[in-house]
Structure formats: structure tokens, C-alpha cells
């Protein structure tokens, strides 16, 4: 009787041990599957890298442009959104730099996102740009990325600009600071990045560089309130040189 029962439970238990293995080896199977789907789902969701040009190792997809001084001012973490290029009326100004280091006249200071809308807009020199600060934030627009042979490619849909305004399309290198961080998003002497908007103030532009671009860079929709291109360099900053929209790459 005793080596019965002591046969009888031996045989319980490794029923049970069978039972524990085969239910973990289900968790383990759920468990995988689950991680599986998660990294699917992440994938799906961010965007993979299969989605750029098959063997061309750059940036590809569809932005949205965004007002350059939303973007400087978050950048700068802010509490007021201000435009660092473009300037107001402001009695009592004293002359110095403003925000990037631009230097601006006497009585005038960079405008605030929430300034009136017919608030006239200056350069950092005091001059006229005879655009209103409503005019100035309507610019909007998309742009589609991609690296074909060798080229970075953008095709930029864009409204609201100045009508009939003298543009341009540059790289902004966002890891490297002063001199180089703005090229063209062309040919290097800047010839074949510039463009005019319509009467509408719409632009739908290509652009090509050489080489294939990473998140690191950015393009950005420069305006020239002088109405002329100035080449491989955007001209001079807060005078002629404006920035209006912006967007990383990918």
C-alpha cells in the first residue's frame, strides 16, 4: 500500500510539472507575439526607414512648414513667441542685439507673435518693409523630402507668402553654428534655389541638392525684403534676410 501511493503521487506530480511547463511555454509564445505586434505598431507609427529611397540612405517623407519664429521660440524655450528677424515701432528702444545676436536701430524691437495684425513691420535697421505682421504669418505650406541618385529633393507646396515676393530655399545644418550653417538647397553658388511668388503669394517649388540630407538638417523658406536673391548667402540678417517657414527633415 505504501509504495502505491507513494507511486500514485509521484505520478501527480509530474502531471503537474508537464502542465506548468506547457502553460509557460504559452506565456513566453503570447508574450513574443505581443512584442512582435508592439514593434510592428512602433514601426507603423514612426515612420521606417524602408519608407526612403531604396538605397539612398536620406531623409523621405511629407512635413509641414512651420512659422520660423514659432519654431525659434520654442527653441529658445521662450515664454513669448517673438519674431527675431522682423522688427516693430518701439519708442524708447535702445540700439544693441536682439534675440541671434542681430543688431537693430534705436526704437525698434522684434515683434511679438501677438502684436495687432496691422502692426507695420521693420527691418533691424528701422526700414520699412511695407508688410503688415497679419501679411507676415499667413506664409504656410508642405514639403515632400526624398534622395534620389544622390540628390536630396524637396517640393515645396506654399501659400500665403508676400505676393510677387523674392524668395529662396536654403539648408540650415542644425548642428553647426555660424558660418556654414545656411546653404543653399541648390547649387552652391545659390543660382538655382531662388524663386518668386505668385500674385496670389503661392509658390510651388523644387529644389535639389547634392548629397543625401539626415534629420539634422532643416529647410527653410527665406524671404528677401530687398527683392533680390543674394546667392550662396541669404543677405543680411533681420535687414534682408528673413526667415519665414521651416521645417526638419524626417
Known sequence: MTISATTSTMS????AVRTAAIAAAAVIAVAACSSSQTSAATSSTTGSPASAAPGSGGAA???TYQLHMDFFSHESKLSTVIDP???QASAGAAAGPGPQGISHAAGVAPTPKDAPAATTLLGADGTALNVSLGQWEKAAGTVAFSCVAGSEQAISQL???IPAGSYST???HLDVQGKGR???WGD???STDNFTASASGTASVTNSVSGCLTSREAAVIIWHSDGR?????PGVLGVTWHNSLITPLP
Open 12 to 15: 501527480t506530480m509530474k502531471r
Open 61 to 63: 517623407g511629407t512635413a
Open 85 to 87: 528677424q522682423v522688427f
Open 159 to 161: 501659400s500665403g507668402l
Open 170 to 172: 536654403f539648408v540650415v
Open 182 to 184: 545656411f546653404t543653399p
Open 188 to 190: 552652391a553658388s545659390g
Open 229 to 233: 536673391p543674394h546667392g550662396a548667402t
